[in-house]
């Protein structure tokens, strides 16, 4: 189905194994992003509080920092076997966080789905930059990258209906039985490789300069930072302030998943046009507004709500943008680079959970929509200089 969206000038491998890729990373991104929505209803379920389960969030993402060894790993495999693999890591990782009774427990799982997620991303993001120049990638790239938005609309919508219906355990039992299906289409659907040893790889002349790489960490950290400051919040400001329960947070998820589709579309559109820096500044200076707004009106829900959806869809068009960017970071070798850009995420990510959910513990939603502004500001800075700096598109 989406090949139809690539041109004849795309690998016809690429072309042909688009739609899998895309449903496998849908069924990957389900299973990551269903517990923030449902964080409060995990807590309970592993006798704590919000803050105890932020914490055991706030561990989990910095088992992030193990990325760039996930990168090397990723390099010496074939891609599709990095692909496998990581499948079932994320399937055990599931497992286990569907059947803890304890905070620690719960992280483990989580520890274990996030760098299984680290394993598949790498080997399909290396897979797709061996096989299209860096002139096209934002447009394949974007297309696969809608699975982070279908796995909101379609994954975490069913998994949080069989939430409402049983139990949070049976909804992550549903994401698990997805994994292992996608696993077993990717061993059979996808051919073995030996590494980075096609045209796009050999012939790319388009790296991020060494100088600006660090400039590209701190942007990715910020970046992540802000998407995280509202994702691990704003599940529970609903259902505080507005009395969602689990069923309407799963429609709440289907809104969020319109939202980021349209922005992963846009971006597979126009980031090869516009430039990947410029792109990026854009979507995480929109996010700097929206969240500023929800800071302002999180006390009322027709306007706080719009203006949440907004900052999750930009953030969404922003990271997606900047994916390409990471691919380049180093020469000849996109699973190292696209790990390093991981890692500085990571800490962002980890960096931010904890004061977000204690802020909103003590202040309310307008202070992490703070936070978020502040880190996404960062972000701005950050690609404002790469584009100065005469960063390639």
Known sequence: MLHRALDDSFPIEVRNRITLLTAARTAVNSCVRFAPPFLATIARGNGTTLAGIGVAVAISELSGLLSPLNGEIVERLHRRTAMVLGLIGVASGVTLAASSVHPAMFAVGLIVLSQSKVMFDLGLGAWTTDRVPYAQRSRVMGLVEISWALGLLVGVSLMGLATAATNWRVGYGLGAAAIVAMAGLIARGIAPDSGPHTQASRTARVPVKVADVAVLIFGMFCLMGASQALFVTFGSWLEDAFDFTPATLSI?????????????????????????????????????????GLAVWHGHLLIGLPLCIIAIAVFEFAIVSAIPLSTAAIAGSPARGMALMMGAGTIGRATASIPATRLYERYGMAWPALLCAGLGTGTVVAMISLHRGDQPR
């Open 252 to 292: 709440v998820a289907v809104g969020l998943g319109f939202a980021e589709l349209i922005a992963s579309l846009t971006s597979s559109r126009r980031t090869d046009a516009w430039g990947k820096e410029r792109s990026t500044a854009v979507g995480a200076a929109l996010m700097v507004l929206a969240s500023v």
